[in-house]
């Protein structure tokens, strides 16, 4: 990590690294990477406490005015968050984490609050890797990483991908982002995919584990 530290800047306004950019989805990822690497990410951490809005979530756009959450941000932050937290965090991390958990929860991972329709379709289509995008697979995921009971508000998530699982047993890659990746991990949408079977299948032990005791 000395040749990111001392070397990686952002293309926004030249900031190193570990000091962050600007919008919250990216600096939630910055601060996972460098917790987990042992990075000194308060900066960053502190940030995102500031921008957290009154629904509890985050959203990349509060440059621009946007004065509501978004999902894809939200879960972005929540994942940095969490990982802070377990490198040592401070209780008002771990309130502001449990404000957006609750944000998403209120949404069942996947709908709106006004209607209760799908948000995006998408959100239902799993993908891997999933970079800065959403699906309900990333957010059991991070329900699963964070452990404890699950919250009854996450049952039909879990069926969804119960659903989706193959005669065969696998789960398919379905939604492919385009993007820079170092090597391909699956043989491309309608395929099955390990990674996807993988983070399907530990979700899923997760819930049942809680649900039978």
């Known amino acids: 990590m000395d040749g990111v530290r ?16 600007v919008e919250a989805c ?19 951490v502190m940030r995102l406490l500031g921008e ?19 999902i894809r941000s939200t879960i972005c932050v929540l994942e940095g968050l969490l990982a802070y937290e377990r490198a040592g965090g401070t ?8 404000r957006g958990e609750e944000y998403l929860l209120e949404r069942s991972l996947f709908r709106r609050v006004s209607t209760g329709q799908v948000a995006n379709p998408d959100w239902l289509q799993f993908s891997f890797p999933v970079q800065w995008h959403y699906d309900i697979l990333r957010g ?6 964070v452990g404890g009971t699950c919250d ?36 491309g949408d309608g395929k099955p995919s390990r990674w ?13 584990h809680e649900r039978t005791g």
């Open 91 to 98: 209780k008002p991390v771990t309130d502001a984490r449990r």
């Open 26 to 44: 990216i600096n939630g990822g910055t601060a996972a990477i460098g917790a987990y690497f042992g990075e000194n990410v308060d900066g960053i």
């Open 140 to 145: 059991l995921d991070y329900f699963r990483s």
């Open 152 to 187: 009854p508000r996450l049952s039909e998530a879990f069926l969804l991908v119960r659903e989706k699982q193959q005669p065969d047993g696998s789960w398919l890659l379905e939604n492919t982002h385009p993007g820079l990746i170092h090597f391909t991990l699956d043989e």
């Open 52 to 70: 957290q809005l009154g629904d509890g979530g985050w959203n990349c756009e509060t440059e621009r005015g946007s004065t509501r959450s978004s």
């Open 196 to 208: 996807n079977t993988l983070r399907a299948l530990r979700v899923l032990r997760w819930y049942d």
């Open 6 to 21: 001392k070397h990686s800047t952002w293309e926004y306004a030249g900031e190193p690294f570990f000091e962050g950019e």
